[in-house]
């Protein structure tokens, strides 16, 4: 089979290796697409350290490869798990500086190959009516919808969403879904522009003139909730907290790599912040809001190319990282 791996920094490698060895228990499945973003890039610069080598990929989707598993006919479409378990150490004593789960694409092997050997918990099924391209997108629905459970917020409320990137307009049209009002706010314009045209209407630059901005949506008052999307790049993760009503929820969404806060204002008006990460649960309540109409990405491109031209693409990203806002890019391996 066909696999690609990361040797080192900027070098990918296509190999060929045998196909994998049929394992009890264990669904062969064909990986068709894979989607590629900034995280995918920053792992190809070296930007990100990993051990090599290692077969990057996180987002994928594939079918099932043979006949013969109970209840998955072959060709049965599946969305493959970003986030998987960490084995078990057993009776190894537990080194507690570890997660508890792998990154696929980043500690751990990811889905740039033909074929794959996995368990049934480290996939779900794709519905016919959910196309492959939105299916890449359900990690980032789930993880949108996770912040918004944490927010808790009801119908009429106004929340603030600093990061007007993919995962930040997602959260926004699952708040409209909810009833509430997001107010999306970025540091870029442009990506407010592009929001807009993906049904946002509330859309604020971030300035020295934000409060009165927001409190001119708002009636005068402070919002009731506010997420920070950590991917969103040149936000202060502070405004969170100044747009603030006393005693509100506030999401962090994504990872926490570099991020900077003050715990004065959190202290001073008692805010409840929470910490939601990737993960692979709640991928089919993602599919079902999907399927339901919760998100639209029709206002995104995706754009496809093959696999011997992954470099090719994750070298554009180096070198004009946001040239393409709106732009979804896929590798295509089948």
């Not at 990057?56 to 109970?70: F, I, L, N, Q, T």
Request: proline residues 4%; hydrophobic residues 45%; glycine residues 8%.
């Amino acid at each position: 089979m066909n696999v690609w791996k990361l040797v080192s920094a900027g070098v990918l490698e296509h190999m060929e290796t045998e196909n994998p060895a049929r394992e009890e228990k264990k669904v062969r499945v064909r990986v068709t697409k894979v989607l590629v973003n900034g995280t995918d890039n920053a792992i190809f610069n070296g930007d990100l350290k990993v051990k090599y080598p290692l077969i990057p990929g996180r987002y994928a989707v594939g079918m099932v490869a043979e006949d013969g598993v109970p209840h998955l006919p072959k060709g049965t479409r599946l969305l493959l798990h970003s986030v998987i378990d960490a084995p078990d150490t057993g009776t190894k004593p537990k080194d507690f500086s570890e997660d508890e789960f792998l990154l696929c694409g980043r500690t751990t092997d990811g889905y740039m190959r033909d074929l794959i050997s996995i368990p049934s918990d480290q996939f779900t099924v794709l519905p016919d009516s959910l196309h492959d391209e939105n299916a890449l997108l359900m990690h980032h629905v789930a993880l949108a919808k996770a912040a918004a459970d944490k927010l808790g917020a009801v119908k009429g409320q106004h929340i603030a969403v600093i990061g007007a990137n993919l995962l930040g307009i997602l959260l926004c049209q699952l708040l409209i879904y909810q009833q509430a009002a997001p107010i999306l706010i970025d540091a870029q314009p442009e990506r407010l522009e592009f929001a807009r045209s993906c049904g946002i209407y509330y859309t604020i630059a971030s300035d020295a003139d934000i409060l009165k901005k927001v409190a001119g949506i708002t009636g005068g008052r402070l919002v009731s909730g506010a997420a920070y999307i950590t991917t969103a790049l040149r936000n202060d993760v502070n405004t969170a907290f100044s747009l603030c009503a006393q005693n509100a929820n506030v999401v962090l969404c994504g990872f926490g790599d570099g991020i900077q806060l003050s715990a004065t204002v959190p202290f001073r008006k008692q805010l409840a912040f929470y910490c939601v990460s990737h993960r692979s649960d709640n991928l089919e309540a993602a599919i079902n809001l999907a399927v339901r109409g919760a998100v639209d990405v029709s206002a995104f491109r995706f754009r496809s190319v093959k696999a011997e031209d992954t470099a090719g693409l994750l070298e554009v990203y180096r070198s004009t990282p946001e040239k393409k806002l709106g732009e979804i890019n896929l590798v295509s391996l089948y």
